[in-house]
């Protein structure tokens, strides 16, 4: 993250990174060095750090027979030529011993980065690539609404998939909107088959 040599976060970056709270499927808030981090991976800067990344989430994850990612739009992986959320999934889908497979294609062709809070809520149209068995491991960067892992949670299901739960590098700290409500990531970790 910093650009010092040796480890890809090294252990005065580690220190500054905010754990997210109890019970979120993220490993940091995304705020301060947990942005940096999220944004150096969105920007191939941070590659290097996917190996950590996955160790940790993969620490946290529960048994799944499948992995697989929220997909970025395809112009996005055209022009990072990668997908920061596919790179996380199979990295921690080789962790686990677990295969990590493409389950998912985004549908919809807007990112959700910049628009404004109330069209990220509807979140992206994802479509099932095949059917889906088993307990599926969902794997996202960020989540900041979680609109993008319920709407993925909810195709997975309708493609079959029995259990979905998911993780992410960061979740947004909750914040006080300007009506004076306590607002934060609304995502659950399982949603159930029954949406």
């Known amino acids: 993250m910093c650009g010092r040599r040796g480890e890809a976060v090294c252990r ?16 940091f808030l995304y705020a301060g060095a947990g942005r940096d981090l999220v944004l150096a991976l969105k920007s191939n800067r941070g590659r290097a ?4 990344l996955a160790l ?21 992986r055209r022009a990072r030529g990668y997908d920061q959320a596919e790179e ?7 962790r686990l011993g677990v295969p990590a497979r ?3 294609r985004r549908t919809s062709s807007e990112p959700q980065h910049g628009r404004p809070r109330a069209e990220r809520l509807a979140g992206p149209a994802f479509a099932p690539r095949r059917a889906v068995t088993g307990h599926v491991l969902l794997v996202d960067d960020v989540t900041t609404t979680g609109a993008t892992l319920r709407a993925a949670e909810r195709c997975l299901y309708r493609a079959g998939a029995d259990a979905v739960q998911a993780v992410a ?5 909750p914040v006080v909107t300007p009506d004076g409500t ?7 970790a399982e949603i159930g088959p029954t949406l």
């Open 182 to 188: 306590l607002w934060s990531a609304t995502y659950t």
């Open 49 to 52: 750090a996917v190996p950590w």
């Open 12 to 27: 005065s970056c580690r220190t500054e990174l905010t754990p997210a709270p109890s019970g979120s499927p993220a490993l």
């Open 88 to 94: 996380l999934a199979r990295a921690v889908g080789r």
């Open 56 to 76: 940790r989430l993969a620490e946290r994850a529960p048994l799944s027979s499948v992995v697989t990612w929220a997909p970025t739009t395809p112009a996005r």
């Open 169 to 173: 590098v960061a979740v947004a700290a």
């Open 102 to 104: 493409a389950l998912l």
